[in-house]
């Protein structure tokens, strides 16, 4: 049985978010785009298969103070 490990990056910016899914291997297996909304986000996780391995990159103070509290309201969903 294959283990099916996924590395998920996402540079989050005040629109838009930048998403770039890896296999187990290290390749490039997709990127997208995405509005800068929770909903969205989840949407897209739950869509996907495996071991998620997700980290996010972010820099606008004012989003981190407000969204990463909304983000991590939602983190349990993932589990």
């Avoid at 978010?17 to 909304?37: D, H, P, Q």
């Avoid at 495996?50 to 972010?58: D, K, N, Y």
Wanted: a positive charge.
């Amino acid at each position: 049985m294959s283990h099916d490990v996924k590395y998920i990056g996402m540079d989050v910016h005040k629109e838009a978010i930048v998403i770039a899914v890896l296999n187990g291997s290290g390749k490039l297996v997709m990127e997208i785009i995405l509005e800068t909304k929770a909903s969205s986000i989840l949407q897209f996780l739950h869509g996907l298969k495996g071991e998620l391995h997700v980290t996010w990159e972010f820099l606008i103070l004012g989003f981190y103070a407000g969204g990463r509290r909304r983000f991590s309201d939602h983190a349990s969903a993932l589990r």
